[in-house]
């Protein structure tokens, strides 16, 4: 019975639709570096699979699918790239390093960790002026240093690196938060002011 190399490792198209992204990812991994040339390796050409009793040609649409999605989701988690040049251009890929480390043997959560780490770590930590401050009708509010985000920015910043569209922001907030600096009120979700922006990128 013809089968290919992922065949020979997941039997059957019923078990290979059951296996989720994080899961099957090492699987395509290993056996792209196994078929690697000097130019990269071609996502579909490393997943494909031959009609057999295990893949039945009703299914072979619902698989193909599902290894696509596969390697798009593999694609977007920073684990390969298109390769350079034309061959890029054609469909060929190639190994990030945190793609190659899962490939050698590395478990995806543990890159997936490394990654996060490395998100977090390359936002600086910044401190709102240093003196205690006040808006109108309000308190006067010690402040507060915040990992990578100025205290005042925080929603909107968040929404923003989500890719949310302002309509898609959270909804106002009735608590009033006041500028440190003019006083002026600040609205939940609203666009973010030129002098945050300048607090943000001190």
């Not at 130019?39 to 619902?62: C, I, L, R, T």
């Not at 798009?72 to 790239?81: V, Y």
């Amino acid at each position: 019975m013809q089968e290919s190399p992922l065949q020979r490792l997941i039997k059957r198209a019923e078990d290979l639709l059951q296996v989720p992204f994080e899961r099957l990812a090492p699987i395509l991994l290993k056996l792209a570096s196994e078929q690697q040339q000097h130019a990269g390796f071609v996502p579909s050409a490393v997943s494909d699979v031959v009609v057999n009793d295990g893949y039945p040609g009703f299914k072979e649409g619902e698989v193909e699918t599902h290894l696509a999605r596969a390697w798009n989701w593999i694609e977007r988690k920073g684990l390969i790239e298109a390769s350079a040049g034309l061959n890029g251009r054609n469909g060929w890929r190639m190994f990030t390093p945190d793609g190659e480390a899962i490939a050698k043997g590395a478990s995806f959560e543990t890159i997936r960790a490394a990654q996060e780490s490395r998100e977090c770590s390359s936002i600086p930590t910044l401190s709102i002026s240093a003196k205690t401050y006040s808006g109108p009708g309000t308190t006067p509010r010690r402040p507060r240093e915040v990992s990578g985000l100025c205290v005042i920015a925080f929603e909107p910043l968040q929404a923003m690196r989500k890719g949310l569209k302002h309509s898609e922001r959270a909804k106002p907030s009735h608590q009033r938060r006041d500028c440190p600096e003019c006083g002026s009120e600040l609205q939940r979700g609203s666009p973010i002011p030129d002098y945050v922006r300048r607090h943000v990128s001190q």
